[in-house]
Nanobody, 123 residues
């Protein structure tokens, strides 16, 4: 069973930075693709960023140039560095993993999910 645990959320001001972390259990982590999704109040869950097993990265247009996804296979960790945060980035952020190893933008492609971490950006 693969488990994901996010951390690093919090309350920040517009323009600040945060780094989210996701610890992934399992000995085959390096074969997974991992992604970050978010759900804002009253909205559908949306794709934020993903990294494939080969290291290819994908971003939503709304975060491109501000957010960076990375992974450390030695530590079974995934990170989301978020810079120049905006109030519209306020959401619960979820880490996800898929065994296909493909950095998909579709939440349906991910079998494993964390419990989420709240990010609140004040104006």
């Amino acid at each position: 069973q693969v488990q994901l645990v996010e951390s690093g959320g919090g309350l920040v001001q517009a323009g600040d930075s945060l780094r989210l972390s996701c610890a992934v259990s399992g000995r085959t982590f390096r074969s997974y693709a991992t992604g970050w999704f978010r759900r804002a109040p009253g909205k559908e869950r949306e794709f934020v960023a993903a990294v494939s097993r080969t290291g290819s990265r994908y971003y939503a247009d709304s975060v491109k140039g501000r957010f960076t996804i990375s992974r450390d296979n030695a530590k079974n960790m995934v990170y989301l560095q978020m810079n120049s945060l905006k109030p519209e980035d306020t959401a619960v952020y979820y880490c996800a993993a898929n065994r296909l190893g493909i950095g998909s933008r579709s939440s349906g492609e991910y079998e494993y999910w964390g419990q989420g971490t709240q990010v609140t950006v004040s104006s």
